[in-house]
């Protein structure tokens, strides 16, 4: 078991479901749990862009009796210096780090020179604080993991790994329908344990997957740094085109209702058709929602231990 959660990979199935079940507590009854994390301090470091990661934990931080600091990577001297020195500085100041990086790479360096607790808010090969949610949610919907198929159709990209990775350590049944790898992203030492525990499988269409899951799980075809900027046209424009057969669509769902998940921001007209994000079988809001009650319960596991 790491002190770290870099990828998903670090959390065993005990830890697992007792992060989610503590997660559903916290949400339930949040005043029980408003001073689990009394005084203590949250560096966040923001690299990249933000909406649910950054409010889901400063607000859940506060929510737990503690605190955040929030610092732009780039207006730092993490810019300037080896990483190795800024972290054993930083973690002396405070009881746990969220960095949301570019590279893993740089992740896994703030991990090993850190002296407390690091958590990854998104790379470009994993989102595991995402992927938690994304696992409280289908417990909450279906009260149980046995005999649960997820769908997730788009870019094998890091949420996609990191759901995977939860999957595989749950024993839940993942069909992937990924036409596009973000050559960044890929795990081949992920993916081959994936495929040898029986519990991943590789789809063609929509509708393959339409007739087989209780949730169909998409997410943007171009990541959000890129969408829209002028230079990655040429390369947006391929995958919107190879990509619109695979839209989460009324047609391409063909009379079958999973539940409708997300991880946002949304597109609508691209990876899922606009009325199916209000839609009653859509839990999209509920698992952005989730973001902050899981990470509460992550919090307090890491800085309990």
């Not at 610092?71 to 972290?87: G, H, T």
Request: glycine share 4%; hydrophobic share 40%; charged share 25%.
């Amino acid at each position: 078991m790491s002190d770290h959660l870099l990828s998903l990979q670090e959390l065993n199935k005990d830890a697992l479901l007792s992060i989610i079940g503590r997660a559903i507590e916290i949400k339930r009854d949040p005043s029980a749990y408003d001073q689990a994390c009394e005084r203590k301090g949250l560096l966040m470091l923001f690299q990249k862009t933000s909406t649910r990661t950054n409010l889901s934990f400063q607000s859940g931080i506060n929510q737990l009796g503690g605190y955040a600091v929030t610092m732009d990577w780039d207006s730092s001297n993490f810019s300037l210096s080896p990483i190795r020195y800024e972290a054993r500085y930083a973690s002396r100041n405070c009881d746990a780090i969220m960095a949301r990086l570019k590279k893993h790479a740089d992740l896994a360096k703030l991990a090993k020179y850190s002296a407390v607790p690091v958590i990854n808010g998104c790379c470009e090969k994993y989102h595991p604080c995402q992927a938690l949610a994304d696992l409280m949610t289908v417990y909450e919907v279906k009260g149980t993991f046995e005999g649960v198929t997820i769908a997730y159709v788009g870019i094998h990209n890091n949420v996609a790994n990191s759901l995977i990775a939860g999957c595989v350590t749950l024993g839940v049944k993942l069909l992937l329908v990924t036409p596009i790898v973000n050559e960044a992203s890929w795990d081949e030492e992920l993916m081959r344990r994936a495929y040898r525990s029986g519990h991943i499988e590789t789809l063609e269409s929509v509708a393959e997957a339409a007739k087989r899951t209780d949730f169909m799980y998409t997410d943007t075809w171009v990541d959000m740094e890129f969408f829209a900027a002028p230079e990655y046209r040429e390369e947006k424009d391929r995958r919107v085109a190879l990509m619109l057969p695979f839209q989460i669509n009324k047609s391409n769902l063909g009379g079958y209702t999973p539940y409708l998940m997300h991880d946002m921001p949304i597109h609508p007209g691209f990876e899922i058709e606009e009325d199916l994000i209000e839609s009653e079988k859509s839990v999209i809001y509920r698992q952005a929602e989730n973001r902050m009650h899981v990470q509460k319960s992550l919090l307090i596991h890491l800085l309990e231990r």
